[in-house]
């Protein structure tokens, strides 16, 4: 699903973010990403994700090589890997179905159901009764969670998240965590980068993976 | 199509104030070059009619054979780029006289001999109306036995087409320089407003929209806001053509192909501004 084959990335300004990474991610799985800040974790979503490509080595996403893929069809890519952040990067001039149904406009689906998906998306996300609402209106958990509604209207089968809990409460970090093991049993791959080593400990079951200057330094599925 | 239509529309609808600028900064940029080509085809229009008035007079020998005139008349009349050759004989040559200088009537009735040669006014068709038409025609009818001299006013001739040189080149130069400038503002116009809507380019990027259908709003976009901006330079140009033809002086309007030729370069400003505004936000991410 997700092969990082001895991956190197350097940036001209900061240096080497990641330094011969080699990981396999297989379908289905729930992984933390963690590590400190610089460690290399946004660097590693991104290279998923093709919005950077890699100084060397190769980069291997459902069926994608980032040697093979050119810039004009990084979309076929992006279909296959929702991506969520830690400012949920909605329009604000939008409401919550507006979003939604934005991403499903842009990628093609067919006018007459572009709002019942929408609305679709938003009930599964718990926000049946807030479709109307403008962004603004809307809680930091209410808001990454319309962000997530927005990453699954393609039908991903890879989910990438960049601390998309760390504008959110505790009980706001639940709710949207319990939402991303309901989609990891749908049998979406999840990738969660985080350095909340505490919220890591709640969920023995995912597979860990932390960096270190741009260095895996624990697999905890190798650890086992 | 009607997707990247309905969303360059709805763009217009949800910022008409930033919309309304652009088209505004747009028309501004053309306005000056709308001015320009007023100015600059008046003055070609009054150089043309100067023009115009370029003719060789072939002054004949006095006594010179009917045989040998005729013989200058269609040698003169082979030549490309002459319109016509007009016989002026001595006798009209002196009532012409008569009527354009007063002060002639007052000696005229103590000539004994009329003092005024014949002549062939020799005129050219227009865009033969150059210095090398006219010393053709001088040089063939020097070498004509009938022929005594013959004048052109070479000095003001050449200082005309010397001017009209100069006025090309300025005019082109000027073009160019106004041209450039109106594209620089439409340029970073467009871009402003592609700016204010990185974010929503950035999330279509994300879910997986393809480049072409990011672009074409954006394109058709910046192709209305330059079409707007082309109409509206043309109605300010056309608001100062009235203002000085009724309260200064007569002027003519310029030619339609150069108004269009005008909202045809907005429009493609627009568009060459927009789709490199997107090139840089689509490279970016």
Known sequence: MIKLLNVTKTFPRTGTA????????????????TGHSGSGKTTTLRLIHMAERPTSGEVRVSGFSSQRTSNRELWKVRRRVGFVFQDFRLLPGRTALGNVAFALEVTGTAQKDIRPRAQRLLTQMGLSSKSGSRVGELSGGEQQRVAIARALASDPLILLADEPTGNLDERATRGILELFWTINALGMAVVMATHDLELIRAYPRARVLELDQGRLVYDSQEAN | MPRALSEALSAFRRAPLLTGLSALMVGLALLVLGLFSLVAYNLRQALTAVEERVEVVVFLREGARTVDVDATIETLRAIPGVEAVIHVSKEEALQRALTELPEIQEVSSDLEVNPFPASLEVRFLPGSRNAAAIEEVSNAALAMPAVEDVRYGQEWVDRLFSLRRIG??????????????????????????????????????LVGATNGYIRRPFLLEGAMTGFLGGLLATFLTWGTYQAV???????????????????????????LASGMAVRRYLQEI
């Not at chain 1, 396999?24 to 990403?33: A, D, N």
């Open chain 1, 18 to 33: 990641l330094d011969s990474l080699s990981l396999h991610v297989p379908k289905g799985q729930f992984v933390f990403l």
């Open chain 2, 168 to 205: 090309a080149i300025t005019a082109l130069a000027l073009g160019s320089a106004f041209a450039l400038v109106a594209a620089l503002i439409i340029g970073t116009t467009v871009r402003i407003a592609v700016f204010s809507r990185r974010d929503e380019i950035s999330i279509m990027q």
């Open chain 2, 245 to 271: 033809y009724h309260f200064l002086f007569s002027l003519d309007w310029i030619p339609g192909q150069w108004v269009w030729g005008g909202i045809g370069a907005g429009l493609v400003f627009g568009v």
